[in-house]
């Protein structure tokens, strides 16, 4: 872990020296979560502090863990993470505002927690949206040959009902099955996997918060038993199953056709965007007011400083939109390209295929041609019957005169 330095000069002098420049940078200092199993609270968090940096700019984060439990993640590669003190107060002098949830029930002058705006650490997680993105999290995959899988977090002991329906989902949908969670729990899981002929794939079970992001981002479906899971899937794309004790086998089928079908998609919380707005506002002037200064002392020249930083901040910001928009335009059209070659492909491969038959035909009464023709050489032409037998004719009428002669002769004799 790191201790952090001050950056910011004592009150009175800073006020002095930072009229040229509108205000001197905000040293923010965000503790992160280390209570959950899944680090959903850890993704959440640092999405938190990717919103704070944007909206209150220019903006120092420091990231913290606290010190009664051993971090997690605490080699995050993408962070500078330090250790929170046991007296956070001696952080005073170095942080102008601690953020964090739980720290209401502290007694820190200087210290925010997201509550005040009834901001949970569930409704933080609906902020990975924006921080997650599906292009950005591609390189972060654990396992990029299972992307678009049925992730099954197997953290508990999913029934042999769970195991039937996804062996039967994955076989009708034709894709692969991936677990999370632990080693002993993905071998339970995977033997009932093998009863129906299905396989699956362990991604590991100690991935990295952006690694674990990017599996949920990019996967066909969530099924899990942990709401925090189920959570961010929903969040992320709506395609989440989540087991419950009266999850039967026509729930869990109908759960995972309308997840991968995209039927049920969660309703965006309408009211975290004034609330994030109102928790930004309350780190600035609990900064400034430590700073003694408040919003309202702001002189001329510093509001237009500091317009234009939040101009500049915004536009790096919209630049990058625009470059992920991008990307995901040049994504889209290259999906419709490979589509329409799909579509060209199969046209031909069914034009192929009737000339197959065609061809098929023409063999077959070829074949059967080249049969007669050497029944007929090795027994000659076929006979019909004759459909009159003339001789029993002549016979019979024979027969009839003879007895019309005797009868005359009967007849004239006694005359």
């Known amino acids: 872990m790191n201790s952090i330095e001050s950056t910011k000069t004592a009150p009175t002098e800073t006020s002095q020296k930072s009229e040229p420049t509108g205000r001197e940078t905000l040293n923010v200092g965000i503790v992160l979560p280390n209570d959950e199993r899944h680090p959903v609270g850890w993704l959440a968090t640092r999405a938190l502090g990717t919103e704070i940096e944007w909206r209150n700019?220019?903006?120092?984060?420091?990231?913290?863990?606290?010190?009664?439990?051993?971090?997690?993640?605490?080699?995050d590669r993408t962070l500078t993470i330090n250790q929170l003190p046991e007296?956070?107060?001696?952080?005073?002098?170095?942080?102008?505002?601690?953020l964090g949830h739980g720290l209401a029930n502290k007694e820190i002058e200087f210290g925010i927690d997201p509550a005040v705006v009834e901001l949970t650490l569930h409704d933080t997680a609906a902020l990975l949206t924006r921080y997650l993105l599906p292009d950005l999290t591609q390189a972060n995959h654990p396992a990029p040959s299972l992307r678009e899988s049925i992730v099954v977090d197997v953290?508990?002991?999913?029934?042999?009902?769970?195991?039937?329906?996804?062996a039967r989902h994955a076989l009708s949908k034709t894709i692969p099955i991936s677990l999370i969670g632990s080693g002993a729990e993905q071998s339970r899981f995977a033997?009932?996997?093998?009863?129906?002929?299905?396989?699956?794939t362990d991604v590991g079970s100690d991935l990295d918060p952006d690694e674990f992001g990017a599996l949920i981002q990019h996967a066909a479906v969530v099924v899990t038993e942990d709401p925090a899971v189920q959570?961010?899937?929903?969040?992320?794309?709506?395609?989440?199953v989540f087991i419950t004790e009266a999850s039967d086998s026509q729930t869990i089928q109908r759960d995972l056709w309308s997840a991968t079908s995209g039927i049920s998609h969660p309703q965006p919380d309408t009211t975290l965007e004034h609330k994030i707005q109102r928790l930004a506002e309350i780190v600035e002037q609990t900064a400034l007011l430590r700073l003694d200064r408040t919003i309202s002392d702001r002189t001329a020249a510093q509001e237009r400083e500091r317009n234009r930083q939040i101009v500049t901040l915004h536009e790096r910001q919209a630049i990058q939109w625009n470059q992920q928009r991008r990307r995901s335009k040049q994504?889209?059209?290259?999906?419709?390209?490979?589509?329409?070659?799909?579509?060209?492909?199969?046209g031909i491969a069914e034009n192929e295929v009737d000339d197959n038959r065609?061809?098929?035909?023409?063999?077959?009464?070829?074949?059967?041609?080249?049969?007669?023709?050497?029944?007929?050489?090795?027994?000659?032409?076929?006979?019909l019957q004759r459909s009159v037998d003339w001789s029993s004719v002549v016979a019979q009428i024979e027969r009839d005169a003879l007895k019309v002669l005797h009868w005359l002769r009967r007849q004239f004799g006694k005359g």
């Open 57 to 75: 700019g220019p903006v120092d984060i420091h990231w913290f863990v606290e010190q009664s439990t051993p971090p997690l993640w605490a080699d």
């Open 87 to 98: 007296d956070i107060n001696e952080l005073e002098s170095e942080l102008d505002v601690i």
């Open 155 to 166: 953290s508990n002991d999913l029934s042999e009902t769970v195991a039937t329906e996804i």
């Open 191 to 200: 033997a009932k996997l093998q009863r129906h002929n299905q396989t699956a």
């Open 231 to 240: 959570h961010l899937a929903q969040v992320l794309h709506g395609r989440a």
């Open 331 to 346: 994504t889209i059209d290259r999906m419709r390209e490979d589509l329409l070659n799909l579509e060209a492909k199969l």
């Open 358 to 383: 065609r061809a098929l035909r023409a063999q077959h009464n070829r074949l059967n041609q080249l049969e007669m023709d050497i029944a007929e050489r090795d027994q000659g032409p076929a006979r």
